[in-house]
T-cell receptor
Framework: DARVTQTPRHKVTEMGQEVTMRCQPILGHNTVFWYRQTMMQGLELLAYFRNRAPLDDSGMPKDRFSAEMPDATLATLKIQPSEPRDSAVYFC?????????FGPGTRLLVL | GENVEQHPSTLSVQEGDSAVIKCTYSDSASNYFPWYKQELGKRPQLIIDIRSNVGEKKDQRIAVTLNKTAKHFSLHITETQPEDSAVYFCAASLTGNQFYFGTGTSLTVIP
């Protein structure tokens, strides 16, 4: 039963520090999504890639967030510098054609 | 862009009763409509989906209906059980590009 994996699962950091979150999509999936989930905003799309090319990152604060896919087995989301308002659960999802499957999420707390 | 509205935001039902969650979408080009179940602290999990060329789909106690003319789709859960208690999200997508999520319905099944 193939699953999307994410690391770390939990991260506590101080304001101003860099945070890097990693995602391993399901083998063979060609689309990768990054979402942020908070109680107030629900599920927000930050960015997504198809065949490793970024298609849309309009949901991402460009001055501090960046998303990349260095290869087909790894997607990264970086926040630099982090702020307390970035505290949330960050989900990666991968898909093929239409479906998408979520990873377990990274729970980020910025103090 | 697409706008997905979901109702109700909370729903309580007695065990054994049916639950219905409704979503509307704005972009008539959307052609793929998945539903996700998210238990507390867990990842959203795909439970059922429907494509625009189909009006209804069933999987055991879960069914989804789609009315393209009215641009709404609904999730029906019959014979509810306590383990159905979770937050349910609907989404709309154009062929797997850009998933737009509803704000979620918190379902509580009372034993």
């Amino acid at each position: 039963d193939a699953r999307v994996t994410q690391t770390p699962r939990h991260k506590v950091t101080e304001m101003g520090q860099e945070v890097t979150m990693r995602c391993q999509p399901i083998l063979g999936h060609n689309t990768v999504f990054w979402y942020r989930q908070t109680m107030m905003q629900g599920l927000e799309l930050l960015a997504y890639f198809r065949n490793r090319a970024p298609l849309d990152d309009s949901g991402m604060p460009k001055d501090r967030f960046s998303a990349e896919m260095p290869d087909a087995t790894l997607a990264t989301l970086k926040i630099q510098p982090s702020e307390p308002r970035d505290s949330a659960v960050y989900f990666c999802a991968s898909g093929l054609i239409e479906t998408q499957y979520f990873g377990p999420g990274t729970r980020l707390l910025v103090l | 862009g697409e706008n997905v509205e979901q109702h109700p935001s909370t729903l309580s039902v007695q065990e054994g009763d049916s639950a219905v969650i409704k979503c509307t979408y704005s972009d008539s080009a959307s052609n793929y409509f998945p539903w996700y179940k998210q238990e507390l602290g867990k990842r959203p999990q795909l439970i059922i989906d429907i494509r625009s060329n189909v009006g209804e789909k069933k999987d055991q106690r879960i069914a989804v209906t789609l009315n393209k003319t009215a641009k709404h789709f609904s999730l029906h859960i019959t014979e509810t059980q306590p383990e159905d208690s979770a937050v349910y999200f609907c989404a709309a997508s154009l062929t797997g590009n850009q998933f737009y999520f509803g704000t979620g319905t918190s379902l509580t099944v009372i034993p």
